[in-house]
């Protein structure tokens, strides 16, 4: 089909219908000079021609907006950049005035089109009427085009490969339907078994057979026990038998030796209730008199009496969200940086879930079982479980919620190994599962959305710790046994996330540089894990090999299980779960990943893109999928198989929320187009296109034509906005800020796209909201936002230091992991451009994070304001992410700028920068410093005194708590002078006593270790440590223990000698430090009122 004619191409630039292209020297469109050409090419070119004529006056004038400009390229890139949806459609028209002639090269998913058609043809037709009929089939080529492809020896190879494959066989497109399901009587497997194998079915999988059983039948009968049929189980129960506790010996010998499985059962629940009662430890109180969780900080009370409308309203605003932060942070968080309305009543009603879930979890559809081939191998997983395998699992569980019988992994681990190992091959050995771990509960996980919605809600269903350790077990068995296809990297080790979203970057940008055509289906299951049948679990199972005990014992996990609805604190009745693959079990994500699998073996990777020599049909992230394809009949091809996967799986698909990028090349260019036309359906819906401004969402990256697109500087400046005009405290600001914005800016970042200018720009973003949120002024060091709390800082993320780092570290481990499509991702020039661009975001900088830190350690300890905090330590420090309860935020705000020395002063560089005195009579001379006013102004000498004894009376009132014999302050009398020792601590049984001497000073560079020098030096006098030992009658002399406190929360060194000899807990570290800050900021309060007042006056 040859393109539009000379008259028509000038017609639609407006030129009459007599435009002799004859007599034409230059083109009247872009003016180049046709002199030197013969007619043909003449033609040719203004046939070809796209450019649109100039005005009158010479310029190119935009018909969206006023604009010209003086070259059509001009006008181009303004059309691209300011009307990109006018300048796409005009490429669309352009494409459908230029289609492709029938002399146009034959792609190779045309070859397989026309390989296609030509084999559903009768076999007994003349060459003539095929050609003839495909041509009516295929209408964009002639008979004659078709008669040529068909002689070629590349469509000949293609239609031998089709013939001969097992694809083909199975194609469903004109086969019947069973009159009982509606579904294909054959299902498209396209790689279960190799081409060259014949295809034999084998019997149902409801009265599968093993294979490769090689056990004696007389060996049987006298090792197995009635209930137990596993051999290998049997012998390893007897021969623990010796090993075990009473209470599990009998277990034991019920199970090899009884044939009812209603005793067992009933033993085996009474003995685990009674193993719970008895290791439950009752909860200790680590700190009775300072509560420090955030979760137990008392409700707020609010006095809003005598306040205007607008105090009253943020008043209740702020016990609303006081209220939300303690029982649920994430949601509150979520919903200020999302810009969503806070409610601490959005929940459903109990009804609609229990009606939700009823339909969801009963209402188990009729599995029709498909024609199944035999595995390559089977593969025995059925051998007893080890006590080292259970050690390892059981160290590896994590801490997590209790299930309806209330076994926690501290009742576990207290069991002895071998008990415990013993109950565990019983349960694997039976086959069915006893009673106490049929019964779960399922808690509802809110997502983003309209929470009044039950669809907005995630089931996360809690078994017993029990079940969950054994199927732990038997996931590793399965995952180390089984092999998956790569394209799945979910609930796979490394970095699949990333992988993923990086794979699909590279494809479509290195087919936007070759203008290769690309189209890419981004499908959004409905309750994937939900509507997972059982049966086809079992199906998975079988054609993988697993043997027929374990098998067996999987499948029994799933019948006659019910599970106890909660949400908001209510409770449902019991409902009956009869699909879906539980989401919070441990087997729940291989055995997923072992279904979907097949799935992925039926997508042809030959009809997706090519990446090198490497072929990629789809992405996998566990129910994530995107199908990739470089023509329409490819990813037809695609989607046919992934339907028939959804009906015989009874999975669905949600259409609307489904996404297609469509990039069509337009003729005669390497340009590509986003086509807007809903071209593919599935379950006879069709499919969205992306228009041209449109992006899609995939694994927590935006996506558009481009590729995967740079975040949003503005972004995130509106969430530190809304952050920072929440009606919070400072200090659950910086929580939000660390345990849910951070993760989101360090994950959108680590894009293709980032920048080091961003970066930069976002750090300056961060710092102003931190320092206007903590009250500080610009000349606060960055270095003290940066380091580590351990190190004296905030511990707030830069941005440009560290995002460049982790994602060229991330991205070295993939490649590492030998990835084939990862491998084929590393070589292309995409690729190496990115590479190229992280090494000079991370030039000058540290390669690691440990480095990164010590960097700014190092650079806050050598600056004026932070050369005392190298004493600071996780422990001492914890109030700055957890600060007491009973402090306000004012309290919090004061005690950060104290803890950086920024608490307003005369001596402060931001107030006066020239060095101010205190003006009070006695310090003439004197700077006035915070230190100055906090160590040795005499206007708080009292003040000081309070806070010494403070920290004092702390450490003796716990001291005392522990029955030692302690004395405060006794007077020491010898021949020259009268001592008076802080704290004098005495071990009553072996007479033994210690002298602790509090000191409180002010950190910088070495003063805690000179301090406790000085104060060891004072009291280390033979005479005095004399007169100690007889006035208490001591054994031996005294000891001296220099208790040292930063008036900035340091701690020396020494104080931990103090803490091991006497087994003080940390939370008491934590208590004295926080009243030391405290105490300091009410003596800078008090000197502020007592000097600053009286100046102002004068």
Known sequence: MDGPSVDDSAMSFGYSADYDSDEC??????????????????????????????????????????????????????????????????????MVEMAPSSKSRWSNAEQKLLARLELNLPSDLMQKEINMRLAVLHP?????????????????????????SRAFQTIIENEPLSP????????????????SSPRIVLERIDSIAPWNRNVSPVRLEESLS???????????????????????????????????FEALDTLISSTMLNLTTNHIKPKSKRNPKSKWNKKQISK??????????????????????????????????????????????????????????????????????????PPEKTIDLDYPIASRETEINLRRLKQ??????????????????????????IVFGLCKTPSFLRHNRTVLIPKKGDLTLVSNWRPITISSLFSRLLHKILASRLADNIKLHHAQRGFTPGDGVMTSYTILDTIIKEHRLKGNPLYVLSIDLTKAFDKVHPLAIKEALVSKGVDTHTLNYIMSTYENVDTVLECHGNKSAPIKVCRGVRQGDTDSPILFNITIDDLVNGIDSSDGVKLGSIEIGCLLFADDIVLLSNSEYGMNEHLRTLEAFLQKTHMEINPLKCRALQLTRVPGSKRLVVNTAHLFQISGKSIPSLKVQEQFKYLGQNFSKYGM????????????????????????KLFIFNRFLVPRIMHCNQSSNITAGKLDYMDRVIRKFIKATLHLPKTTPTAFLYAKIRDGGLS????????????????????LRGDPDFNAVFNTATFKKLLQKLDMICQNIQSSRNAIARHWALKLHESALGNGLKYSSSSSSSWILNPPPFWSGKDYIRAIQLRIGLLPTGGAPYINPVAAECRYPTCAGRRETLSHILQWCPVTHYQRIERHDRASKDLIEHLKSTGLDVHDAPRINTRDNRYIPDIIVIDKSSRKANIIETTIVWEHKDSLLEAACIKKEKYNIPEVLESIKQKYNLLELPAVLPFVVGARGGWAPCNDTIWKLYKLPKYLQRTIICNVLRYGSSIHRYFMAHVWRKRRKN
């Open 180 to 195: 009982q399901s509606g579904t294909p009587s054959t299902t498209a497997s396209r790689r279960s078994v190799c081409p």
């Open 796 to 815: 707030i993320p830069c941005l440009r230091h560290q995002i460049g780092v982790i994602y060229r570290r991330r991205l070295q481990c993939i490649s």
């Open 709 to 732: 697109l740079a975040p949003s500087a503005a972004n995130l400046e509106s969430m530190l906005d809304r952050l920072k005009r929440a009606a919070l405290r400072p200090w659950q």
């Open 400 to 425: 997590s919620a209790a299930g309806l019988d209330g076994i926690t992994r501290e009742v576990l681990r207290n069991m002895d190994l071998t008990d415990l190992t013993c109950l565990l091959n």
């Open 300 to 373: 707020v009370k609010i006095n809003i009496k005598k306040k205007g409308n607008r105090a009253v309203r943020r008043a209740s605003t702020f016990s609303k969200y006081q209220q939300l932060f303690n029982k649920n942070p994430a949601q509150l968080a979520h919903a200020i940086l999302d810009d969503k309305e806070v409610s601490t009543e959005a929940f459903p009603s109990m009804d609609a879930i229990e009606k939700e879930y009823q339909d969801l979890f009963s209402n188990c559809p009729v599995y029709h079982n498909s024609p199944l081939h």
């Open 25 to 94: 020297l230059s083109c009247p469109s872009c003016l180049i000079d046709l002199s030197v050409r013969v007619l043909s090419q003449r033609k040719q070119h203004i046939r070809r021609c796209s450019q649109p004529p100039p005005d009158l006056d010479g310029m190119f004038g935009c018909k969206v907006c006023p604009s010209k400009f003086k070259s059509y390229a001009g006008l181009r890139q303004h059309m691209k950049r300011s009307h990109p949806s006018e300048f796409n459609e005009q490429d669309l028209q352009l």
């Open 226 to 260: 009635p209930l137990i049929k596993n051999e290998k189980i049997c012998v390893f129960l007897r021969n623990a038998l010796g090993s075990c506790t009473s209470e599990i010996r009998e277990i034991v010998n019920a199970a090899l030796t009884s044939t009812s």
């Open 140 to 164: 964009g080529r002639s008979v004659d085009s078709i008669k040529k492809q068909r002689l070629s020896q590349t469509y000949k190879s293609t239609l031998s490969a089709l013939s001969n």
